[in-house]
């Protein structure tokens, strides 16, 4: 059974290691360039992380704010409903009292 194609343009826009590079690690692997391969995957896992654990934090402030303004939003809606019952009540009252505007 014959391995599947590799793509190394791929590999190499990944790991920033040279297309020739991977070549000849295909057909002829080195330590030198085992290692290098490695060390490039170790920088872009590293890249990973730190984008992955960044993009936790983002989530997490995110959250936080939208949390926060559906708190304050309530708490607006809730004023405004107070405020419209007052001024209904204190409308009635003074229509009630004789005291209508014309």
């Given at each position: 059974m014959a391995a599947p194609a590799v793509d190394l343009r791929v590999i190499s826009a990944f790991t920033t290691?040279?297309?020739?590079?991977?070549t000849s690690l295909?057909?002829?692997p080195t330590a030198e360039l085992v290692q290098l391969?490695?060390?490039?995957?170790?920088t872009k896992a590293k890249e990973f992380e730190q984008s992955k654990s960044q993009k936790v934090k983002l989530?997490?402030?995110l959250e936080t704010?939208?949390?926060t303004n559906e708190s304050k939003t309530k708490v607006l809606q809730n004023s405004r409903d107070k405020a419209l019952a007052e001024s209904s009540k204190l409308r009635v009252e003074l229509q009630t009292s004789g005291w209508s505007s014309h």
């Open positions: 290691v040279p297309e020739a590079s991977l295909l057909d002829n391969l490695l060390s490039s995957i170790e989530e997490v402030e704010v939208v949390r």
